[in-house]
């Protein structure tokens, strides 16, 4: 395979997680900026909100991207 190629095809798979990572910071951002808001109203109801939002916050794991990123590699590199 020609070597520029798989460069720029490297280079876009990185591109592309990147990319693909912002979509889930947004919403953690909106759900923790909307959590302080509600605590800022009632925060009696401190202990709840914070309860509410750990349950439904969804993280994206480091091993799970480097499996992805090394399988997506393999694949090229084959």
């Known amino acids: 395979m020609n070597p ?3 460069a720029a095809s490297v280079i876009a798979a990185g591109l592309a997680v990147g990319l693909a990572s912002i ?3 947004v919403g953690q951002g909106t759900a923790a900026g909307q959590a302080v808001e509600g605590i800022a109203r009632q925060p009696e109801a401190e202990g709840k909100i914070r309860g509410m939002q750990n349950n439904r916050a969804t993280t994206l794991r480091c091993d799970e991207v480097d499996n992805s ?5 393999r694949s090229i590199f084959a």
Do not use: R
Not at 69 to 73: E, G, H, R, T, V
């Open 23 to 25: 979509g889930p910071g």
């Open 4 to 6: 520029l190629i798989s």
């Open 69 to 73: 990123l090394l399988q997506l590699q």
